[in-house]
Nanobody
Framework: QVHVVESGGGLVQAGGSLRLSCLIS????????MGWLRQAPGKEREFVAA????????DYADSVKGRFTISRDNAKNSVYLQMNSLEPEDTAVYYC??????????????????????WGQGTQVTVSS
């Protein structure tokens, strides 16, 4: 049984910060990269950030580079997203996911296949101007 539980979202003013957390409790995903995607109303799901199993490789979407930081704690099966200098354009539901490599997160189709049936509920982030 897979549990994917995202948390930490909320309402924040532009320029503020939030820290998202995600627990993926599935033994089959051990050794996998983990990452975050987001989906704004009326838009497709998009890549935000990803991190390798060791934490030594990270990747960020250009729109969040320099503002967001991804990290993980393998002992807790968890991945985190520290979001600073938030902008109204960051408003979305944020989802976490796992895949074999960081590079896989650049393909939403690839992640969707991997996570089919396993997606969590996501966590809503709303940034007011």
């Amino acid at each position: 049984q897979v549990h994917v539980v995202e948390s930490g979202g909320g309402l924040v003013q532009a320029g503020g910060s939030l820290r998202l957390s995600c627990l993926i409790s599935m033994r089959a995903f051990r050794g996998y990269a983990m990452g975050w995607l987001r989906q704004a109303p009326g838009k497709e799901r998009e890549f935000v950030a990803a991190i390798s199993w060791s934490g030594g490789i990270t990747d960020y979407a250009d729109s969040v580079k320099g503002r967001f930081t991804i990290s993980r704690d393998n002992a807790k099966n968890s991945v985190y997203l520290q979001m600073n200098s938030l902008e109204p354009e960051d408003t979305a539901v944020y989802y976490c996911a796992a895949d074999k490599d960081v590079s896989a997160f650049r393909s939403i189709a690839t992640i969707a296949r991997r996570m089919r049936g396993y997606w969590g509920q996501g966590t809503q982030v709303t940034v007011s101007s």
